[in-house]
DNA sequence: TAATCTACGACTAAATCAATCGTATTTCAT
DNA sequence: ATGAAATACGATTGATTTAGTCGTAGATTA
């Protein structure tokens, strides 16, 4: 059930990234310093970050990483999944990395862990790096309620 | 963010031992064959099981394993927590280990961790063996909602 | 007394994690 | 121009965890 370092300091560089939004690129060495994170593994998540669209980097003296995307149109969801691969607990709840498991027709618990995966899916999907920024509400469990009892099903 | 084999298994086993409960013991043989376990491995697991109350063993002809406890009395959470250490997806929201992080006054995103911690453990620490076994709701959202808008604060 | 169980430590193969290192390349201030 | 400062990126590594297997001892009972 845990968050791996790289999911961990990506989102803190992240949330450097958005707090210095427009004011210009921010080196690695900067970036690795203010978040606590060695220098030389942040270079692998940044690249990735790149490839995904989320940063941009400059080469060259001033240069460094800035935020590529509005801080609204990224979310905690694309992070984790990006870095630790999958949102879920188990497999035979994954939305995005559904795997078949062969007891599921008698499983009892399958049930309980699609509502973990459900509610942190939610969460996490939500949580875009402007409203957690803020300290915004990203999801008031009324709300989650009240989707709930819609029905969502299996 | 998921749950090791060992955590799978376990609940598996538990569940058939539930569905027996008060009808004699079963071999470890049986119950590696009917949850698709590899029998060897779930020694290890049925061990770690009695260790903890959960089950009781007996050698010899018509041996095996049965519950020691009422399913009521057990949850998952319990037994993630033995077999995966812990619920938390970060040590510094983590009740039962808890782990200090020096980015913790200025980290932007332990709020939203922690409310994912605070309803996968509720939903876990609620959700015992017989709740679950019957298919009963174990937390609604509605109960969860006003329990949160009655403040926990962080 | 032999078949059938559990008990338990030793061992291992593979994967994953969390980096580190070397070096190439680009940019820009001077 | 040129050198300092930055990113780019593949190779490698050490530690830990995961997911088992194996051998054998010991208990029970039909």
Chains 1, 2 share one sequence.
Not at 63 to 88: C, H, S
Request: with cysteine.
């Amino acid at each position: 059930m845990r968050l791996s370092k790289k999911t961990d300091y990506a989102l803190r560089v992240l949330f450097t990234l958005v707090e210095h939004h427009g004011r210009g690129p921010i080196p690695i060495r900067e970036l690795a310093r203010r978040n606590d994170v060695p220098k030389r593994f942040l270079e692998h998540i940044m690249l990735e970050m790149k490839a995904r669209g989320w940063v941009d980097s400059s080469p060259g003296k001033q240069g460094g990483y800035v935020l590529a995307k509005e801080p609204a149109r990224i979310t905690m969801g694309e992070v984790i999944r990006q870095f630790d691969g999958v949102l879920a607990p188990i497999g035979c709840v994954s939305v995005a990395h559904y795997e078949r498991c062969n007891q599921e027709a008698v499983c009892r618990f399958r049930r309980i862990l699609l509502d973990a995966r459900n509610y942190v899916a939610r969460l996490m999907d939500r949580a875009t790096l402007a409203m957690v920024f803020l300290g915004a509400p990203v999801q008031t469990r009324e709300v989650f309620a009240q989707e709930f009892s819609a029905g969502d099903g299996i």
